[in-house]
């Protein structure tokens, strides 16, 4: 099956810095790479959807200015958290849609655990 | 927002098949039902999906009514490691709409 890796795994930052995290397909190449968040003891919520090449579309309540994205190749997006705070500690997920067999799925990563102090 | 309904939570025993229900009454006809779990702190694992026949996998069954508006997804012989949320999913199959989780259920395997 397709892989989908991120990293860090966990990553521990203090309060005003930047975070970037790294989502990477790794035997196929992801069209459309997606970012998730997910608070404790509550489901995945969509971020925002990216394109390679092309500006990510963010959800409603998103701030695009926080939470920079770049999908700059067919395996690699990075999603920058700017000027974190304690509220931004959360599970991060990406996710990367690609081509297989002929049918598009949707893979996800195994997640970063950032953590705000 | 999420299509589709699904009991909160749920115990299957070690070794008894687990019959997972989703209800999804306003799908669409160009629409898939997906099935996917998170096991604690890990990101989403694919299980199967299916339009409207019956799908079976490695993983588990995809039992869909007639009229689509429900499934149900069966783990076999469920195990310990088969704890997890599991979440019912609808969505094109074509195109780039991410998708989209709701709530799922927590399925405790218990010995």
């Known amino acids: 099956g397709a892989v989908v890796s991120q990293h860090p795994s966990r990553v521990i930052c203090k309060s005003g810095t930047s975070v970037k995290i790294e989502c990477r397909s790794l035997d196929f190449q992801a069209t459309t790479m997606f970012w998730y968040r997910q608070f404790p003891k509550q489901s995945l919520m969509l971020m925002a959807t990216s394109n390679e090449g092309s500006k990510a579309t963010y959800e409603q309540g998103v701030e695009k200015d926080k939470f920079l994205i770049n999908h700059a190749s067919l395996t690699l997006s990075t999603l920058t958290v700017t000027s974190a705070h304690p509220e931004d500690s959360s599970f991060y997920i990406c996710s990367a849609r690609g081509s297989q067999g002929g049918s598009y799925e949707q893979y996800f990563g195994p997640g970063t655990r950032l953590t705000v102090t | 927002d999420a299509k589709t309904t699904q009991p909160p939570s749920m115990d299957c025993a070690e070794g008894r098949a687990a019959n997972l229900p989703c209800n999804h009454s306003?799908?669409?006809?160009?629409?898939?039902v997906y099935w996917y779990r998170q096991i604690h702190s890990q990101g989403p694992q694919y299980i199967i999906h299916g339009l409207k026949n019956n799908e079976t996998n490695e993983m588990a069954s995809l039992i869909i009514t007639e009229d689509r508006k429900s499934s149900t997804l069966i783990l076999p012989h469920a195990t310990l490691r088969d704890t997890a949320v599991y979440y019912c999913?609808?969505?094109?199959?074509?195109?780039?709409?991410?998708?989209?989780f709701g709530k799922g259920t927590r399925l405790s395997v218990i010995a």
């Open positions: 306003t799908i669409s006809g160009n629409e898939y």
């Open positions: 999913i609808v969505r094109p199959d074509s195109g780039n709409t991410p998708l989209v």
